[in-house]
T-cell receptor, first 116, second 116 residues
Framework: DTEVTQTPKHLVMGMTNKKSLKCEQHMGHRAMYWYKQKAKKPPELMFVYSYEKLSINESVPSRFSPECPNSSLLNLHLHALQPEDSALYLC???????????????FGPGTRLTVT | AQSVTQLDSQVPVFEEAPVELRCNYSSSVSVYLFWYVQYPNQGLQLLLKYLSGSTLVKGINGFEAEFNKSQTSFHLRKPSVHISDTAEYFCAVRRSSGGSQGNLIFGKGTKLSVKP
């Protein structure tokens, strides 16, 4: 099973709402990632978790709050978003090693977020 | 820092014709190189990767790419395209040293449109 699942597929939220995006994988991967992809643009890395600890935060505004409650699950909590935050949010996972090397990132289908 | 330039934003081509999608990169350190494909409303799928060794890399769906260190290029080719190859293609780079969950830096993408 090489599947990364993301829910919901689509989300529309107002600027005062609080919502969460969910990502799940059962491949035993210990690294999980959040990317943001604006329309007609490449994905941009937001956060990386390695062994359930936040290892990379690409200077993302605090209105985005990631959480990794266990090795299979990654959440992205959203609060007080702006219309310009509307985008496709992609989750990915990979094996992880502090010793380096390469492990393929497997991407989920994404959650398309619209902020009104 | 690393960067990726995809020289063509759109490439229209007729079915069964050959295609080349161009990618150049810039880096002061050794890198890994990747091509990803994104079909409409889907996540990213890895087509092929260059880590080391042979500079000609073969991937899925009949695609191949050649790493040229002197020209810092990693162009993607397919000898005969199908309608189903219509998608967005992203070239990506990441440093080969450091932790295994290194950042993927994506190019802006090339939209391949295959016409009957």
């Amino acid at each position: 099973d090489t599947e990364v699942t993301q829910t919901p597929k689509h989300l529309v939220m107002g600027m005062t709402n609080k919502k969460s995006l969910k990502c799940e994988q059962h491949m035993g991967h210990r690294a999980m990632y959040w990317y943001k992809q604006k329309a007609k643009k490449p994905p941009e890395l937001m956060f990386v978790y390695s062994y359930e600890k936040l290892s990379i935060n690409e200077s993302v505004p605090s209105r985005f709050s990631p959480e990794c409650p266990n090795s299979s699950l990654l959440n992205l909590h959203l609060h007080a978003l702006q219309p310009e935050d509307s985008a496709l949010y992609l989750c990915a996972s990979s094996q992880s090693s502090l010793a380096g090397g390469y492990y393929e990132q497997y991407f989920g289908p994404g959650t398309r977020l619209t902020v009104t | 820092a690393q960067s990726v330039t995809q020289l063509d934003s759109q490439v229209p081509v007729f079915e069964e014709a050959p295609v080349e999608l161009r990618c150049n990169y810039s880096s002061s350190v050794s890198v890994y190189l990747f091509w990803y494909v994104q079909y409409p409303n889907q996540g990213l799928q890895l087509l092929l990767k260059y880590l080391s060794g042979s500079t000609l890399v073969k991937g899925i769906n009949g695609f191949e790419a050649e790493f040229n260190k002197s020209q810092t290029s990693f162009h993607l080719r397919k000898p005969s395209v199908h309608i189903s190859d219509t998608a967005e293609y992203f070239c990506a780079v990441r440093r080969s040293s450091g932790g295994s969950q290194g950042n993927l830096i994506f190019g802006k993408g090339t939209k391949l449109s295959v016409k009957p």
